[in-house]
């Protein structure tokens, strides 16, 4: 793994965040709480599966990226004086597991255009896996960004007072 890698995927992380906090139009201050979550989420899962010494399956590595996510928020929200969920919700969503999504609609498509048992079996174990890898992933980002703001309950719903 390189950290030219690292730094670049987490400015992108960070891109993609603000562009999607644009869309709920947090306050101006909360603009750099999303991309510095979404920089720090996104560059840990993708240190946790490209790092040789650890090479974590994407599934587990999106959980602890989620709690630290969650976690983040929970604790720089007060800062900007936001609820955690405006700058959680934008920093999540560039570890949407887009690819896995496309792949599982095209296995799909695949398994309705082909007539032979062999090519359908085929692609309905892609269309299978890389549905159910898209759904835990989508669970686990669920569930790890959700459990800080119930764990860390005060310091959560007392960010706006």
């Known amino acids: 793994m390189d950290w030219i890698d690292l730094l670049q995927d987490a ?4 891109i993609a965040a603000i562009g999607f906090a644009c869309i709920s139009r947090p306050p101006a201050g909360a603009y750099w709480c999303c991309a510095v979550i979404a920089a720090a989420g996104h ?26 996510v969650g976690v983040m928020a929970v604790f720089l929200s007060p800062k900007v004086r936001c609820p ?35 090519e359908f079996d085929r692609y ?28 860390f309950k005060r310091v959560s719903f007392s960010a706006t007072r």
């Not at 650890?54 to 989620?66: E, R, Y």
């Not at 999540?92 to 496309?102: E, F, S, W």
């Not at 309905?124 to 989508?138: A, E, P, V, Y």
């Open 11 to 14: 400015l992108f992380a960070a």
């Open 43 to 68: 560059s840990l899962r993708y240190m946790l599966i490209n790092s040789p010494e650890i090479g974590m399956h994407i599934v587990p590595a999106t959980l602890l990226a989620s709690l630290v």
């Open 84 to 118: 955690a969920e405006t700058c959680l919700f934008p920093a999540l969503l560039p570890m949407i597991p887009g690819i896995y999504a496309y792949k599982s609609v095209a296995g799909l498509a695949m398994c309705i255009l082909h007539d032979s048992p062999e």
């Open 124 to 151: 309905f174990s892609l269309f299978t896996f890389n549905g159910l890898t898209c759904l835990c992933i989508l669970f686990v980002m669920v569930l790890g960004a959700t459990v800080p703001i119930f764990v």
